[in-house]
């Protein structure tokens, strides 16, 4: 007898809709068709910040440390932005280091630490920090240091006990820890955290890639040590961050060059993008304060309590924990991810099963595993997120979308 492999009637029907999506002809996606709910992913260009970059696209291309007039203008352009950015965050501008994003300004504060205090060996990482995180970690470990991970509690809050364990047991250099997580929303109590980590005399890195311009963050009041941020997380492009260094700190570039922002990153300044992160930050900063992220959040509520109406177990990741107003990470019991996302591509609807570069492998979530979900929940959750671009009708209308794929799922499931 043959051994054909069992495929289950579910199986049969991802394949069948995975097949049909890729043969589907002249398909387009483009914002006309999609609704767009996958910001934490990444965000469209702010129309505000496309105009505010263009001239440095077209005319004044000129390099900011040439010595004519026509480079002082673009100087300013550079440092203007730094401002923007620096009000944001509540810093100085002279503390604000524009990077090629998220990636580079984690990895610059962790080399910078690990080079400058080689003496404390430990590097505590949150166990739901972001790819960037953890494989930075891997470098700090490879220089003969040595990474220890706080657990989260089953909200995906880091437990503060464990913490200051951890901080007690080792000299601690830096604790690492994001402020917004990219797949639950989840808000780090980072107050606390700073608390405990300058007790045992260590540094703080926030990873607020997700957090800046959702929250009004406050480095003075809140007094972390560096601070990541991503321009495309904010409406501007990809490719431009920033690192923001307190001015407490000592402080060894990553990148070596001809140095630029003032001998802290080498590198010829990507002045559209500095500009874009400029007018990006401000429009955020007006945000914060006409109440765009209060907006925002009503809209994902709205979304989460009708689903909640429609899909009996619906489970809502990180519910009991303060968390993003743009962010919602949705458990469908007895369901595959991998299925719901092909039908709600094919319904027009842009989301992601865990962050996204899990979403091509469709592995567990690692962020889900660490809050304590089974693989089964894992493996059913999907990430919904909002920007101010979203409006009710598209969240309406996702609402209705998602349920009819669960239904039409569970119809299948059920033969
Ligand atoms: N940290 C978090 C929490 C993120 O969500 C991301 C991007 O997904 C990054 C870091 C990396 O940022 P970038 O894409 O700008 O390198």
């Known amino acids: 007898m043959g051994t054909r492999p069992l495929v289950s009637p579910f199986g049969k029907f991802v394949w069948a809709m995975a097949w049909a999506l890729a043969h589907q002809r002249g398909r387009v996606l483009n914002a006309a068709r999609v609704i767009y709910l996958d910001s934490n992913a990444t965000t469209c260009v702010a129309p505000e910040v496309l105009e505010a970059m263009l001239p440095f696209l077209r005319d004044q291309f000129v390099n900011p440390s040439a010595t004519y007039r026509a480079a002082r203008t673009v100087r300013r352009a550079v440092e203007k932005a730094r401002e923007q950015v620096a009000a944001l965050l509540g810093a100085d501008a002279e503390e604000v280091i524009f990077t090629s994003g998220g990636t580079e300004a984690i990895n610059t504060a962790h080399a910078s630490v690990r080079a400058l205090w080689p003496e404390r060996r430990r590097l505590i990482i949150g166990a739901t920090e972001h790819a960037a995180v953890w494989e930075s970690a891997q470098r700090w470990r490879q220089s003969g240091g040595e990474v220890a991970v706080a657990p989260v509690d089953r909200q995906g809050l880091i437990l503060l006990p464990a913490l200051e364990q951890l901080l007690a047991e080792a000299p601690t250099g830096l604790v690492s820890i994001m402020w917004a997580n990219n797949e639950t929303g989840v808000v780090a109590p980072m107050a606390e955290i700073v608390r405990a980590a300058q007790a045992a005399g260590a540094q703080v890195h926030a990873d607020a890639v997700q957090a800046v311009g959702k929250l009004a963050l406050d480095v003075t009041k809140v007094p972390i040590d560096y601070l990541s941020l991503s ?60 109440g765009t992220e209060a907006k925002v959040r009503a809209l994902r ?65 690692p962020v889900l595993a660490a809050m304590g979900l089974d693989a089964a929940t894992a493996s059913s959750t999907l990430r919904f997120s909002w920007s101010r671009f979203t409006t009710a009708e598209e969240t309406d209308a996702a609402v209705q979308a998602v349920s009819r794929a669960v239904n039409r799922m569970r119809q299948v499931a059920a033969g």
């Open 231 to 290: 321009g495309h997380k904010m409406h501007a492009p990809k490719g431009i961050g920033a690192l923001w260094v307190s001015k407490r700190r000592r402080f060894q570039p990553l990148l070596v060059g001809g140095g630029q922002e003032n001998e802290r990153r080498g590198g010829t300044e990507n002045v559209p993008g500095v500009v874009a992160l400029g007018a990006a930050a401000a429009a955020m900063k007006q945000g914060l304060a006409e």
């Open 301 to 365: 509520d709205r979304f989460e309590a009708a689903l909640q109406q429609q899909v009996p177990g619906l489970r809502i990741h990180g519910a009991e924990a303060p968390r993003l107003g743009t962010t919602s990470s949705l458990g469908f019991p007895g369901l595959d991810a991998a299925g719901l996302l092909i039908l709600l591509d094919q319904a027009g609807i842009a989301c992601s099963a865990g962050s996204a570069c899990h979403s091509a492998a469709l592995h567990p979530s």
